[in-house]
């Protein structure tokens, strides 16, 4: 059973934006926290960004402070990553994750449910 499903992604160009959404359709997730992160060919997966399960408190990477934005619609159980000024450095599989542990929660081992991915691609 499919815990969190990814959209959005696909190929844009350098300067460009794209809204990466994570839906969750195979249960509620509505006291976990939810984070976004990334990884890029023969690098380590990174925190892009995460958002408390009331939607109060997001936390972002520095690579993504003022360009992207997380965002929840607790009632379609749903996370949003709004990415603008997109650069060829953000290429990379984005993965949405659902954690416990709530949202100071950094390193990916401490986030219980994850999604497939999908592909980012920034063209130069």
């Known amino acids: 059973q499919v815990q969190l499903a990814e959209s959005g992604g696909g190929l844009v160009q350098a300067g460009g934006s794209l809204r990466l959404s994570c839906a969750a359709p195979?249960?509620?997730?509505?006291?976990?926290?939810r984070g976004w992160f990334r990884q890029a060919p023969g690098k380590e997966r990174e925190l892009v960004a995460v958002i408390s399960w009331t939607g109060g408190t997001t936390y972002y990477a520095d690579s993504a402070k003022g360009r992207f934005t997380i965002s929840r619609d607790i009632a379609k159980n749903t996370v949003y990553l709004q990415m603008n000024d997109l650069k060829p450095e953000d290429t990379a599989v984005y993965y949405c994750?659902?954690?416990?542990?709530?949202?100071?929660?950094?390193?990916?081992?401490?986030?219980?449910?994850w999604g497939q991915g999908t592909q980012v691609t920034v063209s130069s």
């Open positions: 195979g249960r509620t997730f509505s006291t976990y926290a």
């Open positions: 994750a659902a954690t416990s542990r709530g949202v100071t929660s950094r390193l990916s081992s401490q986030y219980d449910y």
